[in-house]
């Protein structure tokens, strides 16, 4: 049980540092009442539409709450509305104040919690502030920002190692953008509260917390909330105190920053940097207006990368809900859950932002129809849900997970991603802290490629996935061996029947072992030490590598034959997509391979995948890189394969993997 104590927070507002006593305090009060209740009034209201088509023009005139059977629901402010009466709607008024002016609000003599009652803003901030001092050693309170009237944003953190930033998956969940939608601030509140009060005694609980960092924030627009006065949600309106509907002020992944023509909320700008200094793995954010769970995107039809995954983890959220619930709940249009998108398209929403911008796997649960829900049904909603919210929690420890390092164990801030299934930014990353990733996956086979800059792309092939359990990876990344310098830097005028010294210095990061060579014409010359020279006559070209036993870099000097020089790189006319024959060919063990990327497909950045088989067709090695159009080369170093012949595959694609503009195969022969 959670005793109230009304408080004031220490930020809800600079102001209330300068109040010395009661009366000034009441005065304050009722000038912030009286400035509050001068907000202007939305509309609520229905309309009846012919076609569905019509919803990508209203989308972007008013703010759709739901749409169903040719009927949209919706609120404008009055510009709004009078811009959608000018198109010729006729909407029908829908009265919302009056069921809200009979609900209940929490006694403020009682000294328990009444969960069938809504709370003042006062008791809102006296639970948020008791749950952190009851359980001091699993529950932080904080403030991520501010309302636009000053409100403060509160989120409790619930975790065992509270103080710290552990090695562990963070999830978030949130509710009541829409300021009139006040179940969900209640629902959150009961979660808290179940979680920290069953911490010791329910061993499912104490694991989720020993083993997760979650995230809590019930009420993201208290002004909307508290519209009228801070003493009742009697006015409670969807929109912020500037009447903007914070669920379209986002950026959107169309490419449109402001989508609904305003600037950033204040509340809009404290979630996105409160998203970009964590590092949540999933989240959802709570709504009524429907009996669902909305899946991206909002914004277009394209469907996600993870659209299966999608479809799994929200059927299994309603399943969990239809054991605890009345038999009609949460059947809402296919049995419960809906791509966005086919639904109704909406552009700014969270969702999307939370996923495109931060990689974060974000829903919106829709957990009732009224708005205004009797005080009376809260605990109904409160359990219906109740093992549903901490299952969806439990999501974060399934799929793929682990940490990326470097030889020397550092930490690393990499991408994760796999060629051909990720696309639209689902790719995910790396935290800077621990290198931890998370990455969640329908049950299927996956191969991944990890990389940052600086480091060679690491690719783990076969990974089985499956819904039971996460798959956990330890991945070194590997830092190619550098080239400091080199001489001659060019070679204009050498003449080459005389002969000339060529050497090479080179760096290595990672302190590995290396092997070092010329290759000249059909020779190769090797050493060990990272400075070399030898006179080079007569010939075309002279290439200098070293090897760490994972990558091979190389400096190529290229002549015009027989006698005068050249430049460092080719200059080449490249008209068209080319993949040369190796050269040499035989070889052993190094061989150039050459390709081309027409200099007409601009500054476009393309995804170049070599990859080499053996004759039974098992692939031996792999290398991806990111090239613009220009001639390109690299050595292919076959010292740890056999004699016999290979094939090598080349693909040109577009950087996210999913157009192939090129691809050709060449057979090349290792001889020893």
Not at 16 to 34: D, E
Not at 363 to 388: H, Q
Request: charged content about 20%; proline content about 4%; hydrophobic content about 35%.
């Amino acid at each position: 049980m959670v005793i109230i104590k009304p408080i004031i927070h220490a930020k809800q507002n600079q102001m209330l540092k300068y109040l010395q006593n009661r009366s000034y305090y009441i005065f304050f009060v009722l000038i912030f009442s009286v400035v509050a209740s001068g907000i202007s009034q939305d509309h609520y209201f229905k309309l009846i539409i012919d076609e569905r088509s019509e919803l990508e023009q209203l989308t972007d005139i008013i703010s759709i709450d739901n749409y169903r059977d040719s009927i949209v629901t919706a609120y404008a402010s009055e510009q709004e509305y009078q811009n959608l009466l000018k198109l010729g709607y006729a909407p029908i008024p829908i009265n919302s104040l009056k069921s809200l002016t009979r609900l209940k609000m929490m006694s403020e003599t009682v000294d328990t919690v009444d969960w069938n009652a809504y709370p003042t803003h006062a008791q809102y901030m006296a639970l948020m502030q008791n749950f952190a001092e009851q359980h001091p050693q699993i529950c932080r309170l904080d403030t991520f920002g501010y309302s636009a009237l000053g409100k403060p944003l509160l989120v409790v953190k619930i975790s065992d190692n509270v103080v710290t930033d552990e090695a562990e998956p963070e999830f978030f969940y949130s509710a009541q953008m829409h300021g009139d939608e006040i179940l969900t601030y209640m629902v959150l509140l009961r979660l808290i509260d179940y979680m920290l009060h069953n911490y010791q005694s329910d061993a499912r609980i104490k694991k989720l917390i020993d083993n997760t960092e979650v995230w809590i924030n019930p009420l993201f627009n208290p002004d909307g909330t508290y519209r009228g006065q801070d003493t009742t949600v009697a006015g409670a309106t969807r929109y912020n105190a500037n009447g903007v509907d914070l669920n379209r002020n986002f950026p959107d992944p169309n490419g449109n920053n402001h989508p609904d023509g305003n600037e950033y909320q204040p509340e809009t700008l404290a979630l996105m940097n409160f998203a970009s200094n964590r590092h949540f793995v999933m989240s959802a954010n709570l709504h009524t207006g429907s009996e669902l769970l909305n899946y991206p995107w909002d914004t277009w039809a394209m469907r996600s990368a993870d659209d299966r995954w999608w479809k799994n983890v929200c059927r299994r959220y309603v399943d969990t809900v239809r054991v605890y619930a009345p038999t009609n709940y949460m059947r809402a249009r296919n049995d419960g859950i809906t791509n966005g998108y086919d639904w109704y398209p909406i552009h700014g929403g969270r969702q999307d932002y939370m996923n495109y911008f931060q990689h974060c796997r974000e829903v919106t649960m829709e957990l009732c129809y009224t708005k205004a829900l009797a005080d009376s049904a809260l605990s109904d909603y409160w359990e219906y849900n109740k093992k549903a919210l901490i299952s969806f929690m439990e999501e974060t420890h399934k799929g793929l997970c682990g940490v990326v390092r470097d030889k020397a164990g550092n930490s690393v801030q990499a991408k994760i991603s796999i060629p051909g299934y990720d696309h639209d930014h689902s790719e995910v990353y790396s935290d800077s802290l621990y290198g931890i990733f998370y990455k969640l996956l329908p049950t299927g086979n996956y191969s991944i490629e990890a990389e940052a800059r600086g480091f060679s792309v690491e690719d783990i092939n076969n990974i089985e996935i499956n819904d039971s359990a996460a798959v956990y990876l330890n991945i070194v990344l590997n830092r190619p061996p550098q080239i400091t310098s080199w001489f001659p830097r060019r070679l204009d005028s050498v003449m080459l029947d005389k002969g000339y010294i060529f050497n090479a210095s080179i760096a290595d990061k990672d302190g590995d072992s290396l092997n070092y060579g010329f290759i000249y014409g059909d020779s190769v010359i090797y050493d060990t030490t990272a400075a070399l020279s030898f006179e080079a006559i007569g010939r075309d070209s002279v290439i200098f590598y070293v090897e760490d036993g994972s990558d091979t870099t190389f400096h190529k000097w290229l002549f015009i034959v027989p006698r005068l020089m050249g430049l460092e790189s080719e200059k080449l006319s490249v008209e068209r997509f080319n993949l040369r024959q190796n050269y040499p060919n035989p070889f052993n063990p190094l061989t150039e391979i050459a390709y081309n990327i027409p200099v007409n497909k601009g500054n476009t950045i393309y995804r170049v995948n070599l990859e080499v088989y053996n004759s039974l067709g098992q692939k031996v090695y792999k290398i991806s890189q990111r090239r613009r159009a220009g001639a390109y080369s690299f050595i292919f170093n076959g010292r740890k394969m056999s004699s016999g012949v290979y094939f090598y595959k080349i693909s040109i694609s577009e950087e996210n993997g999913k157009t192939v503009y090129f691809s050709r195969v060449k057979k090349m022969i290792i001889l020893k």
